[in-house]
């Protein structure tokens, strides 16, 4: 007979928004287990799966803290109460919370000003007095609430709660009305026939519903390299052209996602269906043609990124790694994927690039048979890369590109190589300048080369990309078993790349760049980070492109605008 063995939530704490998806293990008749869902238009034995969603809501009164989720509010800010801000955003755990807090709160506060009242008076009598960090709060604590509205009539009594059914599907979507109330999954076998439970239902309780976390605002730098009349190049060029914008974005495996590895993270802010969305906000709102995303899993890629950014008219390209890995009891895989704003671009061109193949090939060449194995567990580290050459919709209207076909060559890499590893990561990335070398010469297309390099500034990976050579005396090439990297003036290529991050540091004018000038290394003019966790802050990503037919004009962040440049050639 069909029976229920287990079922969990992969996160205890639900959020407003986040999609709820339990697992449920199932045994069969025949004794197998799986985790399939079985309807009612595939019943098993004449048997299914019913499932129902309850909110809990008890006597007593629960508010959240909309900065730290987990804790239970004891201030209201009484500016967003007349300013009618949505009221989960104005509770706050304790002074010192909302005081940490007022410096992105009071941008709430703004935004409702200027949209309420266009005198300013109501503005001034609203937001008039919040002139320090802790004036504006009612310190009661919050006790005498409105209860939410159920979202069904039906309802059960037990004791001092009340339970609501909010859903009848296997999935559910804690809204704003469960914020602050614990919800009930149950799982039951039904036969079929009868309509009636077979054995006891399946429960598991939930935490507290939170509220999705308010994202802090962005603080986007522009740098701009243009005179009034918008069409001023870096060596003093005047011309009309097209221009485009790209981003570059390791968004952080699911699998990697780990309280092991990010233990100072609450297991809700590392959940799957939080990040999603999130991710998915971020990536749509800087609005790219362009969108090259690395650590993206291939289930992810294809039931979620795929079809979201489908609807922002983005055409999808992918690269999966050359191995799974174990993630729990489940194989999982990630790779590269690019994105092209289909009204922007069309497809002309995909290519793979399989380290391990590369790998395979440079043994059968270089190293003895005895010593192949030894060479191979070296070199193989499944890494990949997706090339892609697009042609613009767009037309520049240069001269010099009357007729032509306006082409670049967009290359999308994680070269996630263990750090001990220098000289395979170094490898690496030769292997796919030299590639990207043939393209260029075959067509003379410009070049984009964008991803996560797991290499600092500084770094012979780096300086392989930025200047087209390395030092051989640069100590990274001091590792080198099986003399892959000699001699070290092989190691080198004819791309005209130009870091995009620090391409601003040539202008040395225009709007931001002296705030800019703060944010980055000045030995390298790289940023003096790209990726910050508890245990490492430092620069790991860029974007790198062909300065003899690409310029930049502004760029924010990982976010890089480009103008398109084409028929120009370094004097």
């Known amino acids: 007979m069909l029976s229920v063995l287990r079922v969990h939530l992969p996160s205890d704490i639900p959020i407003v928004g986040c999609e709820l998806l339990p697992y449920v293990l199932l045994r069969h008749p025949d004794n197998t ?38 804790e239970q509010a004891t201030l209201q800010c009484l500016g967003c109460v007349k300013a009618k801000i949505p009221i989960t955003k104005s509770y706050h755990c304790s002074p010192k919370c909302f ?10 506060h703004e935004r409702a000003a200027s949209a309420v009242n266009e005198n300013g008076n109501e503005e001034e009598e609203i937001f008039g007095r919040f002139t320090n960090a802790t004036a504006g709060v009612n310190n009661t604590t919050l006790s005498a609430l409105q209860a939410a509205t159920p979202l069904h009539p039906i309802a059960l009594k037990n004791g001092g709660e009340t339970w609501f059914e909010v859903g009848y599907a296997k999935t559910y979507t804690p809204t704003a009305d469960d914020i602050g109330h614990v919800l009930k999954f149950e799982c039951v076998v039904i036969d079929l026939e009868t309509k009636t439970p077979i054995g006891n239902p399946n429960t598991i309780l939930t935490a507290r519903v939170i509220p999705a976390p308010t994202p802090s605002p962005r603080r986007l730098i522009s740098i701009s390299n243009l005179d009034g009349s918008g069409n001023l190049d870096l060596d003093g060029r ?28 609450p297991s809700w802010a590392l959940s799957w269906p939080y990040r999603r969305q999130n991710l998915l906000r971020e990536i749509v709102g800087y609005q790219a043609d362009i969108v090259c995303l690395q650590e993206v899993q291939d289930d992810h890629f294809e039931e979620f990124f795929a079809p979201e950014l489908d609807k922002h ?14 993630n729990g009891s489940i194989l999982t895989i990630d790779g590269c994927a690019t994105f092209f704003r289909r009204d922007r671009f069309s497809h002309v061109k995909k290519y793979e690039v399989e380290f391990n193949k590369a790998a395979q090939s440079l043994t059968d060449a270089l190293v003895p048979i005895a010593q192949k194995k030894t060479a191979l567990n070296r070199l193989v580290k499944d890494n990949v890369a997706l090339i892609v050459v697009l042609e613009a919709k767009f037309s ?14 967009v290359a999308n890499t994680h070269v996630n190589v263990h750090q001990d590893l220098k000289d395979v990561k170094l490898w690496q990335v ?8 043939k393209i260029a010469a075959s067509a003379n297309i410009p070049m984009l080369v964008c991803g996560d390099f797991s290499s600092v500034p500084g770094s012979a990976p780096h300086a392989l990309l930025a200047i087209g050579k390395v030092d051989p005396l640069h100590p990274d090439l001091a590792v080198d078993p099986l003399g892959i990297l000699r001699p070290a003036s092989k190691l080198t290529h004819a791309l005209p790349l130009v870091s995009a991050y620090s391409s601003f540091a040539r202008i040395g004018v225009g709007l931001g760049y002296d705030q800019q000038k703060r944010r980055v290394d000045p030995a390298t003019n790289e940023p003096l980070f790209t990726n910050c966790t508890r245990d490492f802050i430092g620069t790991l990503d860029y974007i790198f492109y062909s300065a003899d037919s690409l310029t930049t004009l502004i760029h924010y962040r990982q976010a890089m605008v480009i103008k398109w440049n084409f028929g120009v050639t370094n004097k």
Not at 60 to 70: E, G, N
Not at 313 to 326: C, D, N, S
Not at 430 to 437: P, V
Request: a neutral charge; one cysteine or more; charged letters at 20%.
């Open 33 to 70: 287990v799986s985790s399939e869902d079985v309807c009612e238009s595939s019943p098993i034995e004449g048997h299914i799966l019913r499932y129902k969603w309850y909110r809990i809501q008890s006597d007593k009164k629960v508010t959240i803290c909309s900065i730290h989720p987990s």
């Open 99 to 108: 005081s940490d807090a007022w410096q992105h709160h009071r941008v709430l």
């Open 238 to 265: 005047f011309s009309s052209m097209g221009s485009f914008t790209v981003l570059s974005y390791n968004i952080l495996s699911d699998s990697c996602a780990t309280s092991d590895l990010y233990s100072y993270c």
């Open 313 to 326: 008219g983005y055409q999808a390209l992918y690269k999966r790694k050359t191995a799974e890995v174990i």
């Open 396 to 409: 520049n209207h240069g001269v010099d590109t009357l007729g032509k076909r306006q082409l670049v060559c």
């Open 430 to 437: 030769h292997t796919l300048l030299k590639g990207l070398e």
